[in-house]
């Protein structure tokens, strides 16, 4: 037994350092020496050499290595898993490498369905991370092998690969997955979430939750991205494991042949075109994926001896992508963003067009395991006899009672065996009865309740139990998917939504509230704003009250722990909100929302109270970035006051006019210093005003950033005329000997002084766009579903 494990040892030994040095070829010898390398785990992950060589890429290495141990007969030891229960299949998936799972998948066919620790299989997996080439092998390899994918689509908390790929943002894999297994389209996950729930939890996949600026959305408005499309299948291309064969041109040609030249100089350009601006689709994975096949492809279409032309039209292809600004990194994430709205836009729509109102209205949002059962014992309610057996009750409208209406329910679970019905047992009995006789009966059960069962014509009977109401599932109330998209600030399902389920809009989560109150709560501008336009019936939506009484306006007023507002600074989050809850109140006609809450508070009242530590903040804000302003001010005050009062080249004696004012310098000196005097001063009048201002939240709506632009625009102008006034009084010093030279030593003269400047500029620009500014604009981060 000791030589046995030293062998093992000896084997792992040599297996771990030769894979660390990359000698793969010492590998496929030890491996075809020695049997027990195959099962000889050498990490502690419990990867074996073969899991090694598939991380690593070595296509070759791992063809050789499978050979030999189907040489051996050892194909059992390729079910080997890891720590992870993650196979070589598993992880030639997660890397995306076609050629592996190929190779694999073919000697060992079970292995596609091969579950790891998470309950993960490689098809799984593949889908997971997003890869499409290895994902469509598996897919095919499924269908050639008659094996139901769907059964290997879904890991232990109920996540689908459609799932996965949503939440992955892989939307051309999305795609391809909902048109060859469309039934996953209504499958739900643990926590009762469907894909298109997924896909609501993704503002920035859509073009509504994303920032562009005016020069993004002008170079936005120009890309194309083409709609997505199932990839025609090469039949050839399954049953070889090798690069797929160039389809024939009269397999493919739909043109006269006379147009062929034309045809095949276009296909050329058009390739190069999408060649690259595509390039970053697969996100740097199409080398891992299948080396060899990519290899392939860029050679397939044209003849060998066109290489050199190839070259040289890549060449002026480039040039003319940077010419046209295609080529700068910043168009190229411009055009990833549009290639991934619009393809999440695709996937939202086939979502909405596969469900149906029923689907959408009564299994959307509930946990699987609570669903609809095929056993109709489970749906007939039970009775309780006079002799206390329990009986089974017929289902409305049948053999029922003369004094029972048919809206009566009886539900009872089985009473514990052997014992009578007393306080104990009555904890896993519960007895609810509506009849005639029966005032009310109550609707909801706390976790501890009196329950009457009265019987109409004969004793009364009561019996007080004490119930401990099951926890709730988590996920069985989930938020429908246009209360996460309302939350998230997605516009396009919310519309989507209601115009294929008007009825949608009635739709609340466990606080009762509804998309309206969600996009409130959360901040959503443009959500509310759409949901005015669209509803007709505006009073029993924007009406509506949560389970704490509060309406639109009280949660307008209420102020979270997040900062939503696309705006720095505290003074300025606080103007947003002070604009947002007036365009809610001012949205509807006055008196139009409840008044009070639950807990009898106005909307000012939630306002007031929530927003304390953001006032206090926003003013502490303003008085440090006043303070700093005031101090310059002030100095160019002095300066400027100071300057007003001195003549360049003094004046006449005899007449007291300035002896240089027929200087153009002289005037611009005389204005200039003017007027850096008068608005240093306002400046300073500005700020002074701000730091004795009371800071009242209604403060901040007008007066206080009225002030902080004027005290700022004041300080720049006055900055300007002190630079202006400096540079022309000593021009008359200079000008003769410095000549051309005076000007650029001036610029660099005032360049210290207008650093500050240009360090609150951004300030000044953010103040002037919040002010100007009606409707606030969000900032969109995905709010958790």
């Known amino acids: 037994m000791a030589t046995a494990l030293e062998e093992i040892e000896t084997i792992k030994k040599n297996l771990i350092e030769n894979a660390m040095k990359g000698r793969w070829d010492k590998i496929v010898k030890i491996y075809k020496s020695k049997p027990a390398a195959y099962k000889t785990k050498i990490t502690k992950a419990g990867d074996t050499a073969l899991h090694f060589a598939v991380s690593d890429g070595q296509v070759k290495i791992v063809e050789e290595l499978i050979a030999q141990m189907k040489t051996s007969a050892d194909l059992p030891d390729l079910q080997i898993a890891n720590e992870q229960g993650n196979t070589p299949l598993h992880v030639a998936a997660t890397m995306g490498n076609v050629a592996m799972c190929k190779v694999i998948a073919h000697l060992h066919p079970s292995l596609v369905g091969d579950q790891n620790a998470e309950g993960e299989t490689p098809f799984f997996l593949a889908a997971f991370y997003g890869r499409k080439d290895a994902f469509l092998c598996l897919h095919r390899f499924c269908r050639s092998q008659n094996l139901d994918g769907y059964e290997y689509a879904r890991r232990k908390n109920g996540d689908t690969i459609l799932h996965s790929a949503i939440s992955g943002e892989y939307f051309d894999l999305a795609y391809y997955i909902m048109q060859l297994y469309g039934g996953l389209v ?88 999408r060649g690259g601006t595509e390039r970053k689709e697969n996100g740097g994975q199409i080398d891992a994926e299948d080396p060899e096949k990519q290899k392939g492809r860029h050679q397939e279409w044209l003849p060998a001896n066109y290489d050199t032309c190839h070259a040289f039209g890549k060449l002026g292809y480039k040039a003319i992508l940077i010419f046209l600004g295609l080529g700068f990194a910043t168009t190229k994430k411009i055009q990833e963003k549009k290639r991934k709205h619009t393809w999440a836009l695709q996937v939202m729509n086939e979502l909405l067009e596969d469900i149906s109102a029923h689907e959408y209205a009564g299994n959307v949002g509930l946990v699987p395991k609570k669903g609809t059962s095929d056993d109709p014992e489970e749906t007939v309610p039970y009775g309780i006899e006079d002799s206390g057996s329990i009986v089974k009750k017929a289902f409305m409208g049948d053999d029922l009672n003369p004094h029972q209406t048919a809206d009566s329910v009886e539900i009872m679970e089985p009473s514990v065996a052997g014992k009578d019905r007393t306080l104990e047992t009555a904890k896993t009995t519960i007895a609810i009865t509506s009849m005639n006789g029966v005032a009310s009966v109550m609707e909801k059960m706390p976790d501890i309740f009196p329950v009457v069962v009265q019987s109409q014509g004969k004793k009364d009977i009561m019996l007080s139990v004490e119930v401990e109401k099951d926890k709730q ?299 100007m500014t009606k409707v606030p604009q969000r900032s969109y981060k995905a709010a958790p579903i």
């Open 186 to 273: 209504y499958s739900i996950n643990e926590q009762g979430f469907s894909p298109l729930h997924i896909l609501a939890g993704k503002p920035t996949a859509f073009k509504s939750g994303s920032r562009l600026r005016r020069y993004e959305q002008i170079i936005y408005s120009c890309l194309i991205v083409p709609k997505l499309k199932m990839p025609v299948e090469n039949h050839e291309e399954e049953e070889s494991d090798h690069q797929p064969t160039r389809p024939k041109k009269d397999q493919i040609r739909n043109y006269p042949q006379n147009y062929s030249t034309c045809i095949d100089f276009f296909l050329v350009f058009w390739r190069l075109v």
């Open 473 to 771: 599932p988590e996920g069985a109330k989930a938020e429908t998917p246009i209360l996460i998209a309302a939350k998230n600030g997605v516009t396009e399902i919310v519309e989507k939504v209601l115009e294929r389920f008007p009825v949608a809009i009635h739709d609340t989560n466990v606080d009762e509230k509804n998309a309206v109150l969600l996009a409130v709560e959360n901040r959503q501008p443009h959500v509310y704003q759409l949901l005015r336009e669209k509803i007709v019936t505006k009073d029993s939506v924007f009406r509506k009250v949560d389970n704490e009484g509060n309406s639109a306006l009280h949660l307008a007023a209420k102020f979270g722990d997040s900062k939503p507002w696309r705006i720095p600074g505290e003074a300025l989050q606080m103007q947003w909100e002070l604009k947002w809850y007036e365009f809610v109140k001012d949205s509807m006609p006055f008196h139009f929302f409840p008044h009070f809450n639950k807990q009898g508070k106005t909307s000012k009242d939630v306002f007031t109270e929530t927003h304390k530590e953001l006032v206090k903040s926003g003013g502490g804000w303003l008085t440090n970035t006043s303070e700093s302003c005031s101090v310059v001010a002030a100095l160019i005050a002095t300066v400027a006051f100071a300057t007003s009062t001195t003549v360049p080249g003094g004046v006449n004696q005899d007449s007291g006019i300035p002896i240089l004012e027929r200087q153009p310098a002289f005037n611009a000196f005389a204005i200039s210093s003017l007027v850096a005097l008068c608005f240093s001063v306002t400046a300073v009048v500005m700020f002074l005003a701000i730091l004795t201002s009371r800071f009242q939240p209604k403060d901040f709506g007008t007066n206080l950033p009225w002030k902080l632009l004027i005290g700022l625009t004041s300080l720049f102008v006055s900055i300007a005329g002190i630079l202006i006034s400096f540079c022309t009084g000593n021009f008359f010093v200079l000008k003769e000997k410095l000549k051309y030279w005076a000007f650029p030593v001036y610029a660099v003269a005032c360049l210290p002084v207008s650093f500050f400047a240009m360090a609150q500029f951004s300030l000044y620009v953010d103040l002037l766009w919040a002010i």
